[in-house]
């Protein structure tokens, strides 16, 4: 599981439309701050990375109610003189933490952004350091192939219903009051609190997967408090589907991209290599993911501890993620065909696994409803089996959110090209995860609002990862100086 109210355009929001490569703002434009600062938990971190925490509404139809903590993170401007705001780094997921990408991502930012900004990073509501919540899943719930929905190898989903059925009816039960205050939409509120909470007027933000679409609503919702925005690897903003629109791009995705493995590890030379032509490779993994779907073999340590087809297919999917996923996947491949001992497997800690599924059930569910007619999503499975056959079914499956007990409390954001020109969309043309043709929906959304940088390279995660040297040049330009692209550009292959 990865994962819009319209906003009329105010006098302030036009304003910003002129100004939003202006003057550098001040360091606290809007008051003092009203977070305590202290020394942060964890090794490995960067020794100037400083940690809060910050109370918020857990419902904000009743703001006087209870409320949680969010926990926040920075990294100072190495440049107080040239110090223009906040970069704020919204992670992806929905799920995964944030707190400690100033640490992780500092370092590989240049210097003039890092100059330039405070790089803070949170934790969303619900993950990790902030109030957290689970579902109590049982244990084989957690297995990486049964968070995707993959079919019975017949195409049969009476399974999936059954187990989607039980992770509703599990989450809705153990995770409370709090599982029904996740949606993209709150993530969008508890940022902008984040901003007061700064003592900013605007902020600037990289939303990268996930945080491209957390990123579009807060930027929809609160155009006014927005400085340069940056949204790498974009997800589909569509108000109808919204995340059964993310869902149903893995099929296209993973098409997408894995020519690109597929052309590797047919490469002379390649230690790695499967088969003599990219096309031989792919006959080679289809083959491989039938037979296992027949019989599957043994994997000792592995939950469940057997490779099946959906297995293999839900390893294709991560390691086509980014370049060097390719090693591992291709050992695997090779080992299950010529019937060797599998290597072994990894998987983050339960804790962490039943923290980010129980986030993600919740913002999939609350963010939009999902239909429900158990007749409809088999038709669907059946169809897309015939035209994804490297996905077989998985992305138009039946979800836990066709038997969520709650409705959305509010309607999905509509992103529009109402509110100042300052956002960036960078994306990667062969991307597994948030395909291009879903990103080009993100762009016409945002119509003038917008530039686009399309990056000709693979993976998942564009700047500073699995894009180029082109695409991180424009990327940076805008982030340290404003300059953002006159007109969409295309970065070529390098």
């Known amino acids: 599981m990865r994962t819009l109210r319209h906003g009329a355009a105010t006098a302030a929001a036009l304003a910003i439309t002129a100004t939003a490569f202006a003057a550098p703002l001040p360091a606290h434009a809007a008051g003092a701050a009203t977070v305590s600062w202290h020394a942060c938990d964890g090794t490995g971190l960067d020794p100037r990375q400083e940690c809060a ?4 509404p857990m419902d904000y139809r009743r703001p006087d109610g209870r409320r949680i903590e969010l926990a926040i993170s920075r990294i100072p401007s190495e440049r107080p003189e040239k110090r223009r705001g906040v970069l704020l780094l919204i992670p992806g ?12 991502l500092g370092g590989r930012l240049p210097a003039a952004v890092r100059e330039a900004y405070d790089l803070v990073g949170f934790d969303p509501r619900g993950v990790g350091h902030s109030t957290p919540i689970s579902c109590d899943l049982p244990h084989d719930d957690l297995a990486p192939a049964n968070q995707r929905p993959w079919p019975a190898p017949d195409g049969d989903i009476s399974g999936n219903v059954t187990t989607e059925r039980r992770i509703a009816r599990t989450c809705a039960r153990n995770g409370g009051e709090l599982i029904r205050n996740i949606s993209t939409v709150n993530e969008a509120r508890d940022i902008d609190r984040i901003r007061q909470a700064l003592g900013e007027s605007r902020v600037s933000a990289w939303g990268v997967s996930y945080g491209t679409y957390a990123g579009a609503v807060y930027t929809t919702l609160f155009p006014q408090h927005t400085d340069r925005v940056v949204l790498d690897s974009n997800d589909d903003p569509d108000p109808v589907r919204v995340e059964r629109a993310w869902l149903a791009n893995y099929a296209v995705g993973v098409e997408d991209r894995f020519p690109d493995f597929a052309t590797w590890a047919s490469k002379a030379g390649n230690p790695y290599r499967l ?36 297995v293999l297919r ?107 020109s300052n956002v960036l969309l960078v994306q990667n043309l062969r991307d597994p995860a948030t395909p291009y043709s879903g990103a080009l929906n993100m762009r016409r959304a945002f119509g003038d609002r917008a530039r686009m940088v399309t990056v000709d390279s693979g993976g998942h995660e564009a700047y500073l990862a699995n894009g180029n040297a082109c695409g991180d040049r424009l990327v940076t330009a805008f982030l340290a100086g404003g300059r953002r692209p006159a007109h969409d550009t295309l970065c070529p292959a390098e």
């Open 314 to 420: 839900e390893t294709l999917l991560e390691g086509l993620y980014d370049d060097e996923g390719f090693p591992g996947l291709a050992t695997l491949i090779r080992a299950a065909r010529d019937s060797k001992p599998l290597p072994a497997p990894s998987s983050p800690p339960e804790e962490v696994l039943q923290n980010t599924t129980a986030v993600a059930v919740g913002t999939l569910c609350d963010d939009v409803a999902w239909p429900n007619s158990i007749p409809d999503i088999a038709r669907d499975v059946a169809a897309d089996r015939v035209r994804h056959p490297l996905t077989a079914g998985m992305p138009a499956n039946v979800m836990p959110c066709a038997f969520w007990p709650y409705r959305p409390a509010d309607p999905p954001t509509r992103v529009t090209s109402r509110g100042p």
């Open 275 to 310: 088969a003599a032509t990219p096309g031989a490779v792919r006959s080679l993994f289809v083959g491989l993911a039938a037979r296992l779907d027949r019989e599957p073999i043994p994997w000792p340590g592995a939950t469940p501890p057997r490779l099946s087809g959906n």
């Open 53 to 56: 925490t910050l109370s918020v």
């Open 93 to 104: 997921g929905p799920g995964n933490s944030g707190l400690d990408r100033p640490s992780e």
